[in-house]
């Protein structure tokens, strides 16, 4: 069984404070991986994916791949509350399927 | 990116009948089109993977004749939910491969389905 796990939250920061967000996955041979953003009762949007270890910037958002420790990482800096959201990690195994976490929601205070 | 249009957006339904789903591609043709299910505070779970002009690929645990998938044409693909019952209530998303032609995936806005 091919696992994605993300701690469920709530996870709460401060506005204009970096929020991190983490993944760990366990098939050692992914390849490929994502991050969504899932505002509650609507459909995820991509925000970032990354393929090679080492860090991935834009704009606000970093994302951090270590495929040794198999883990992903989500840095927001300067978290605004629109921010507030259930992020999603992904990982594709193979065949452009993905497999998805539990999701950590964030909440992002004023 | 691509643009996903699902329709309709939400509807209820008497158990025992039949609800389809439309998800479109709208901005470029797609060959492969993939079909989720989330139940309220959970995580996406894959039911199959719909192929134009060729059966779809379900999921363990994912009766392909209660949910049927026709992927007639390259930016249409379609899910009937057969005699829906209660626990078939959730929300259904469809999402489509990227035009960049890598592997990230982009949702359709969902259907969310209550059987009364």
């Known amino acids: 069984q091919k696992e994605v796990e993300q701690n469920s939250g709530p996870l709460s920061v401060p506005e204009g404070a970096i929020a991190s967000l983490n993944c760990t996955y366990s098939d050692r041979g992914s390849q490929s991986f994502f991050w969504y953003r899932q505002y509650s009762g609507k459909s995820p949007e991509l925000i970032m994916f990354i393929y090679s270890n080492g860090d991935k910037e834009d704009g606000r958002f970093t994302a951090q791949l270590n495929k040794a420790s198999q883990y992903v990482s989500l840095l927001i800096r300067d978290s605004q509350p629109s921010d507030s959201a259930t992020y999603l990690c992904?990982?594709?195994?193979?065949?452009?399927?993905?497999?998805f976490g539990g999701g950590t929601r964030l909440m992002v205070k004023p | 990116g691509a643009v996903v249009s699902q329709h309709p957006s939400r509807v209820i339904c008497k158990s025992g009948t039949s609800v389809k789903i439309e998800c479109r591609s709208l901005?470029?043709?797609?060959?492969?089109m993939f079909w989720y299910r989330q139940f309220p505070k959970q995580s996406l779970m894959l039911m199959a993977t719909s192929n134009e002009g060729s059966k779809a690929t379900y999921e363990q645990g994912v009766e392909k004749d209660k949910f049927l998938i026709n992927h007639a044409s390259l930016t249409l693909s379609t899910l009937t939910v057969t005699s829906a019952h209660p626990e078939d209530s959730s929300f259904y998303i469809c999402?489509?491969?990227?035009?960049?032609?890598?592997?990230?995936?982009?949702f359709g806005p969902g259907t969310r389905l209550t059987v009364l």
């Open positions: 901005d470029f043709q797609a060959t492969t």
């Open positions: 992904a990982v594709n195994n193979a065949g452009n399927m993905l497999t």
């Open positions: 999402s489509v491969l990227g035009t960049r032609g890598g592997d990230e995936q982009f």
